[in-house]
């Protein structure tokens, strides 16, 4: 069985859609993500959002942000109660050091398998993980005190601003840990540049930007290096096209629509799904 890629929408994304006077209601939103070809949804968990997503036959990827590990049975508890098996993870703050960063993870890892969850860890801004140094030092402790990977969730776009890469050398500043990024099943997919960990998907004339061109091999080679690790066995993979609004400082205001961007940029993931199957 070939893997299988599941195209999550991140219901961030239509925060103040379509505009913060006229904000869309949580159906309506969840309409529009089942509609535009989406296979989930990720958000924290709610009975109400479950529910919906359950409704239109969507996956629930849980979403969780915390660093205090007395919250983790409830937090879990209640990713579990409605509906979640993938949760993504924003661990602690930048300020934490790698013992007090694995000691959490392995609190909440142990907590998760109790419930018969799978937690992977953002690498995010903020967080213990929003550097690669911090990163890969805690997957390194991971891996010595469990001997197994660090599931992670991949979002490169914060490593690429804070190594203030160039599209030249995604690839080769950004796949340094190819085993990792093998081992993972989620990934954000926000395109990005050296300065920006979000560029605009589409220009005035609805073209892809020159920004997202440029983003679009790095994007493949991550699809490969992941596929080159998982050829069979119908693993999947869990893409969010994660695009941010104005609120929350990701999109500027002179930007598309986050959303209307986001429906584009999931149907250029499919095709570079596609590629890199048939090359494969």
Not at 10 to 25: I, Q, R
Request: with cysteine.
């Amino acid at each position: 069985m070939k893997p299988v890629l599941k195209h999550i929408a991140n219901l961030w994304t239509l925060t103040e859609h379509p505009t913060a006077e006229n904000e869309w209601t949580l159906d309506k939103k969840l309409d529009a993500i089942r509609d535009a070809g989406f296979d989930g949804v990720c958000w924290a968990p709610s009975r109400e959002l479950w529910e919906g997503a359950k409704r239109r036959g969507l996956i629930f990827v849980g979403g969780m942000a915390s660093g205090d590990a007395g919250a983790f049975p409830e937090i879990v508890q209640d990713l579990k109660r409605f509906g979640a098996l993938h949760v993504n993870v924003q661990l602690a703050s930048d300020e934490m050091l790698t013992p007090q960063a694995l000691e959490l993870t392995l609190a909440l890892m142990a907590e998760a398998k109790r419930e018969g969850l799978l937690p992977a860890i953002e690498t995010h801004r903020g967080t213990c993980t929003e550097t690669p140094e911090k990163m890969y030092a805690l997957a390194d402790a991971y891996e010595r005190a469990t001997g197994e990977p660090l599931p992670i969730s991949w979002d490169f776009s914060h490593f690429a601003v804070v190594k203030h890469l160039v599209p030249e050398n995604f690839v080769e500043r950004l796949l340094v840990r190819p085993e990792l990024v093998q081992n993972a099943q989620q990934f954000h997919f926000r395109p990005f540049n050296g300065h920006h960990v979000q560029v605009p998907i589409t220009n005035s004339r609805g073209e892809l930007t020159q920004e997202v061109l440029n983003w679009i091999p790095f994007a493949e080679a991550v699809l490969e290096c992941w596929l080159a690790g998982n050829p069979e066995g119908g693993r999947e993979i869990f893409i969010c096209p994660e695009l941010g609004p104005v609120e929350g400082g990701y999109a500027l205001s002179t930007f598309p629509n986050s959303w209307e961007d986001a429906k584009v940029l999931r149907a250029e993931i499919e095709k570079m799904w596609q590629r890199v199957l048939e090359r494969s």
